[in-house]
Nanobody
């Protein structure tokens, strides 16, 4: 099973930017649809973005559309989340997730097979 390790979280002021990375193990990265989710204290996991196996399709939660960009580099087995114009309500632990063996994007938490350990993003006002 693919192993996922996130990095790039931290503390940033409102209006600032961060880029999260998720490095994966294995030689089959391009067979996985990748997603980013987040979880704020006391809340459920929330879908953020997803990208298809070769990057041709992407979708975003309405709350981040126009501010966040998901991308991937299959040669580096890595998926990214560029976050701009950050708001305090973006504060959460961010997780990357992998979904194998299917075509098509989904925002459903239960559809993903593997998860990273998460990275904290804190946006101060």
């Amino acid at each position: 099973q693919v192993q996922l390790v996130e990095s790039g979280g931290g503390l940033v002021q409102a209006g600032g930017s961060l880029r999260l990375s998720c490095a994966t193990s294995g030689r089959t990265f391009s067979s996985y649809t990748m997603g980013w989710f987040r979880q704020a204290p006391g809340k459920e996991h929330e879908f953020v973005a997803a990208i298809s196996r070769f990057g041709g399709s992407r979708n975003y939660a309405d709350s981040v559309k126009g501010r966040f960009t998901i991308s991937r580099d299959n040669a580096k087995n890595t998926v990214y989340l560029q976050m701009n114009s950050l708001k305090p309500e973006d504060t959460a632990v961010y997780y990357c997730a992998a979904r194998g063996g299917v075509v098509g994007l989904t925002s459903a938490y239960s559809a993903y097979d593997a998860w990273g350990q998460g990275t904290q993003v804190t946006v101060s006002s």
